[in-house]
C-alpha cells in the first residue's frame, strides 16, 4: 500500500524557537495533503489542508501565521511551527489521500512535539 | 470542528470475546474508514467502505456501512491481546477530501 513518512519523529525545543515537521507520500504523488493535531487520549483534529501550488486552507481557529504550510512538489509537505511554546506540545499527524475512487487515506507514523 | 459520534468511548475485552463499536453521523458520508492507532503512532487503515449497506471483512474484523450512510459498525471477533489499541471511525465526501473522525474508542485488557 501507499506509505507516507514523517520527519522527525520526535523533537524537543525550547520555547521560542521554530520546528519543521516534514511529510512525504513516498511511492505516490499528492496534491493535497492534510496536518492534524492528536491531544493525549483524544481524537484527531484537522488542523489545515495543503495544496500543491498554492496556500494551504486552515480550519477554524487555527492560527496561519503560527502554523506555516508549505506544499512545494507533489510529495512533499512541511509544517512549521513558528515561536513555539509549552502549549503548541503535541502529535502532528499527516496523512495523502490516493487519487482513485477507490482510494482511501495514508497516514504518515506522526511527530511528537515537546515545547520546553 | 465537527466530529461523528463513536461510542463506547472505551471497553474492556477478555481474549476470545466479540467487540462491536459504532459511529453516527447527523450528515451523509459517500465513504466510511476504520483505523487503529497503536500508541505514539499513526493511524492505520483496518477497512474502508464505500457504498451503502455495503459489509466488508478483512480477517477477524467485518464493518458495515449504514444503509442511510450515517452510520457504520465495526465488529472484532475472538479477540486477541494485540487487539489492544484506539479505534476510530472517519468519513469522508468525497474522494480526495478531508476526514471527519469519531472520538475514538479504546480498547483495554480485562485484569
Known amino acids: 500500500g501507499a506509505v507516507v513518512s514523517q520527519h522527525p519523529s520526535r523533537v524537543i525545543c525550547k520555547s521560542g524557537t521554530s520546528v519543521k515537521i516534514e511529510c512525504r507520500s513516498l511511492?505516490?504523488?499528492?496534491?493535497?495533503m492534510f496536518w492534524y493535531r492528536q491531544f493525549p487520549k483524544k481524537s484527531l483534529m484537522l488542523m489545515a489542508t495543503?495544496?500543491?501550488?498554492?496556500?494551504?486552507?486552515?480550519e477554524q481557529g487555527v492560527e496561519k501565521d503560527k502554523f506555516l504550510i508549505n506544499h512545494a512538489s507533489l510529495t512533499l509537505s512541511t509544517l512549521t511551527v513558528t515561536s513555539a511554546h509549552p502549549e503548541d506540545s503535541s502529535f502532528y499527524i499527516c496523512?495523502?489521500?490516493?487519487?482513485?475512487?477507490?482510494?482511501?487515506?495514508?497516514f504518515g507514523p506522526g511527530t511528537r512535539l515537546t515545547v520546553l | 470542528g465537527q466530529q461523528l459520534n463513536q461510542s463506547p468511548q472505551s471497553m474492556f475485552i477478555q481474549e476470545g470475546e466479540d467487540v462491536s463499536m459504532n459511529c453516527t453521523s447527523s450528515?451523509?458520508?459517500?465513504?466510511w474508514l476504520w483505523y487503529k492507532q497503536d500508541p505514539g503512532e499513526g493511524p492505520v487503515l483496518l477497512i474502508a467502505?464505500?457504498?451503502?449497506?455495503e459489509l466488508t471483512s478483512n480477517g477477524r474484523l467485518t464493518a458495515q456501512f449504514g444503509i442511510t450512510r450515517k452510520d457504520s459498525f465495526l465488529n472484532i471477533s475472538a479477540s486477541i491481546p494485540s487487539d489492544v489499541g484506539i479505534y476510530f471511525c472517519?468519513?469522508?465526501?468525497?474522494?480526495?477530501?478531508?476526514?471527519?473522525f469519531g472520538g475514538g474508542t479504546r480498547v483495554l485488557v480485562k485484569p
Open positions: 495543503s495544496n500543491e501550488g498554492s496556500k494551504a486552507t486552515y
Open positions: 467502505l464505500y457504498k451503502a449497506g
Open positions: 450528515s451523509i458520508f459517500n465513504t
Open positions: 472517519a468519513g469522508r465526501k468525497a474522494a480526495g477530501n478531508k476526514l471527519t
Open positions: 511511492d505516490f504523488q499528492a496534491t493535497t
Open positions: 496523512s495523502a489521500p490516493g487519487l482513485a475512487i477507490s482510494d482511501t487515506q495514508y
